[in-house]
């Protein structure tokens, strides 16, 4: 009161929206009752950004082998003084982000090719008012599938043969992150194997089983890491052709017969 000066303080709370404050300050003199014009004046208030994880927060980091989509879409909510949102660090990628009502969501499928285990960082940024936008970031962790080969130079994949016959040895090199392999499908007497220092997997033999007609084996190769992430399967055919058969339509005493010469 000494000093005549008054003073208008404090912090506005709770705001979700703009709002504007419109106020009125007049002075009375105490002896007479008068009072002064009015003075007028208004605040501002906008409110600060709000942004939030809503699909989870095991999504906004996962882990997927290269080639494969997210296991889950990745959705953040934004309010306050957002009207909108961004995510940085995912071009080129393969994963795309898309803004809807007031929700951003992050889906796709890695489009990168890695040989480590890579961790591809993303951060999603509020856009809106000048009260300071928010920013949560995310990390998608891709891991190198294993990659397979056949080598052009051995045998065909798809291959005839007659029956007792070897096939053409066939040849695959798994060329990155190998730690195991599988071949299903081929027929009996037809092995495989590998080679762990040139990682070159070799399919040899030849068809033991007695056929009366033509037989087709379709069979199966791919390579695993210790990522668990597998290799594309390749795949081949081997068809045998049946050999002749000879029936002796008689006894079994006629196969072997005695006789006298004149």
């Known amino acids: 009161v000494a000093t005549k000066l008054f003073t ?12 504007f404050y419109t106020y009125t300050v007049t002075a009375r003199n105490q002896s007479t009752g008068c009072v002064s014009e009015e003075q007028t004046g208004v605040i501002q208030v906008y409110p600060n950004h709000d942004l939030n994880l809503v699909s989870g927060s095991s999504t906004a980091s996962q882990e997927l082998c290269e080639g494969n989509a997210l296991s889950a879409d990745v959705i953040y909510e934004f309010g306050g003084g957002a009207t909108s949102a961004e995510v940085i660090g ?11 009502g007031n929700k951003l969501t992050i889906s796709g499928t890695a489009s990168l090719d890695v040989s480590t285990v890579t961790n591809i960082n993303y951060t999603v940024n509020t856009i809106g008012n000048s009260c300071g936008n928010v920013s949560i970031g ?14 052009v130079a051995s045998g065909a994949t798809n291959q005839i043969i007659c029956e007792g016959e070897p096939i053409d040895n066939i040849q695959y090199e798994v060329t990155e992150a190998f730690w195991d392999y599988a071949v299903s499908g081929l027929p009996n007497g037809v092995s495989h194997s590998i080679d762990l220092t040139t990682k070159i997997i070799t399919i040899t033999g030849t068809p033991s089983e007695n056929i009366t007609s033509d037989q087709t084996y379709n069979y199966v190769i791919k390579a695993f ?19 002749p058969e000879l029936t002796n339509k008689g006894s079994s005493a006629t196969l072997d017969q005695s006789v006298c010469l004149d």
């Not at 962790?141 to 080598?151: A, G, M, N, V």
């Not at 890491?225 to 050999?243: F, K, R, W």
């Open 90 to 100: 995912l071009d080129g990628t393969g994963f795309d982000w898309i803004v809807s």
């Open 138 to 151: 995310g990390t998608i962790t891709l891991k190198p599938d294993s990659k397979l080969e056949h080598i």
């Open 225 to 243: 890491n210790e990522t668990s992430c597998d290799s594309p399967e390749l795949n081949g055919i081997i068809n045998v052709t049946a050999g």
């Open 8 to 19: 208008i303080s404090g912090t506005p709370q709770n705001i979700d929206t703009d709002v």
